[in-house]
């Protein structure tokens, strides 16, 4: 039966960790996509940090875009994260909000058309102030449309809060949080 699990949240908020807790809980073996593209050395040190803490029970792949091309029927997957899979569609086709915001909603529906559970991660990025910068505020808005989307659709949002998580929609799917 598929199932769609959405953590959202500020940044250090125990988004990651908490959704590879659920990840482990529902499955001895689950499947971790790393949405990212790595930029700078700060950001590669970051995602070595996020390999070290996962073990080898873990399949990682990494995939920045046409997550649809991944066959997870029957599997828990971890994607991490929305806001990354987001930033590269954005950027990809130059910051065009609506061509971006389609083709990753579209690869969200095909990818999840799949019978799995897909344990979402995102970014409450527009919680904080308006930005100054056009161009930042343009993708806030595209990430503030496709989170809406995903939580429409999601079994079960979480709002992570200072490392807590509280369910906004949904049950829980774990026994212990």
Known sequence: MKKIILITGGQRSGKSQFAEKIALE???HPIYIAT???WDDEFKERVRKHKERRGPE???IEKDMN???VKVEGRVILIDCITLWGTNYFFDMDSDVDQALTALKTDFSQFTNQEATFIFVTNEIGSGGVSENKLQRLFTDMQGWMNQYVA???DTVYLMVSGIP???KGESPIRKL
Do not use: Y
């Open 36 to 38: 990212s593209r790595i």
């Open 166 to 168: 509280v369910v906004i």
């Open 26 to 28: 529902l499955s001895e």
């Open 58 to 60: 873990w399949t990682n």
């Open 152 to 154: 429409s659709i999601a």
């Open 67 to 69: 997550l649809h091309e």
